[in-house]
């Protein structure tokens, strides 16, 4: 079975930091794209950052300067590490890949979410 697993949420105060981890289990090969979401409540779910496997990464506005994604490729693995963080960032926080699932083919991936509370 191909899932996400994320680890890292929790609550912390304004200016404070966090670090969301994910990692991907199962047969499944050639991510090129990990990420991670983000929706609050009565809010859509929408892109915090975004990495490719040669290293490219996308941030959302709100987040620049504030966030960093990384990843490890042979462990199929990716990070985010959150400073200064506003309680508009609190969230449900999601875990994204795409990549290849053997005898199933070209998979869209989610994790489960996990909570990030920041109060002010």
């Known amino acids: 079975q191909v899932q996400l697993v994320e680890s890292g949420g929790g609550l912390v105060q304004a200016g404070g930091s966090l670090r969301l981890s994910c990692a991907a289990s199962?047969?499944?090969?050639?991510?090129?794209?990990m990420g991670w979401y983000r929706q609050a409540p009565g809010k859509r779910r929408d892109l915090v950052a975004s990495?490719?496997?040669?290293?490219?990464?996308n941030y959302a506005d709100s987040v620049k300067g504030r966030f960093t994604i990384f990843r490890d490729n042979a462990r199929n693995t990716v990070s985010l590490q959150m400073n200064s963080l506003k309680p508009e960032d609190t969230a449900l926080y999601y875990c994204n890949a795409r990549g290849y699932v053997p005898l199933d083919g070209y998979r869209e991936l989610w994790g489960q979410g996990t909570l990030v509370t920041v109060s002010s």
């Open positions: 199962g047969n499944i090969r050639d991510i090129n794209h």
């Open positions: 990495i490719t496997s040669a290293g490219t990464t």
